[in-house]
Structure formats: C-alpha cells, structure tokens
C-alpha cells in the first residue's frame, strides 16, 4: 500500500491551499484516511481525519478553517485549507487505516512521505 500526496506549499498568513492524498496498492478495504501534521520541535498530531462512513475528527485548533472530504472509490482524501495561520506551519502525513486482505480483519496504518505547508506571516 502507497499514499502519494500532493499540494503544500508556502502561502501567506490568512491564505487557502489544499491537500491531497490517494491511496493505492492492495487495499481490500478502508476505514479511514485523515492527516497529521508535524512542526518542527513539537509531536505530531491529528489535522483531521474521516471514516469510510463520511464520519469527521478535526483538531479543535483548525475548525471552521479545514475542511476534509473522502472520495472513497477513488481512495483520495482531501484536505481544504483556509484563514492558514502561521502556526500551521508544519510537514503534513496523510494517513490511512484500512484492511489490505479480505482474509484478515485487522486494520493496519499507513503513512504518506509527508509534504511541507508553511505559512508566512
């Protein structure tokens, strides 16, 4: 299992960008895709993240401003940024949860390469 990003970027404070993230590979099925993100000297932590079912978690940090959207068929979680602050500034993971077999039911993690989003103030 693959998950290619893509967006990021720089982009001024109170700015919008988007990112996106397509899983592919052996993917039998997935519960949820969603994002972390990671700033320098800090722990990563949940962006956001949503279930097959269109159920959302989204960090209280970024509500109202983010906006994550799963198209299931394709496997392509999206991430709409927007009012971007410069505490945003942080390498972006997209994650995936998922079954890769239909003959196991255990649910294993998937990470992206991360993509850098900076925001200047």
């Known amino acids: 299992v693959q998950l290619q990003a893509s967006g990021g970027g720089l982009v001024q404070a109170g700015g919008s960008m988007s990112l996106s993230c397509t899983a592919s590979?052996?993917?039998?099925?997935?519960?949820?895709m969603g994002w972390f993100r990671q700033a320098p000297g800090k722990e990563r932590e949940l962006v956001a993240t949503?279930?097959?079912?269109?159920?959302?978690d989204t960090a209280d940090s970024v509500k109202g401003r983010f906006t994550i959207s799963l198209d299931s068929a394709k496997k392509t979680v999206d991430l709409q940024m927007s009012g971007l602050k410069h505490e945003d500034t942080a390498v972006y993971y997209c994650?995936?949860?998922?079954?890769?077999?239909?003959?196991?039911?255990?649910?294993?993690?998937?990470w992206g390469q991360g993509t850098q989003v900076t925001v200047s103030s």
């Open positions: 994650n995936a949860r998922l079954r890769p077999n239909g003959w196991n039911t255990q649910l294993r993690d998937y």
């Open positions: 590979g052996s993917i039998f099925s997935i519960n949820n």
């Open positions: 949503i279930t097959s079912g269109g159920t959302t």
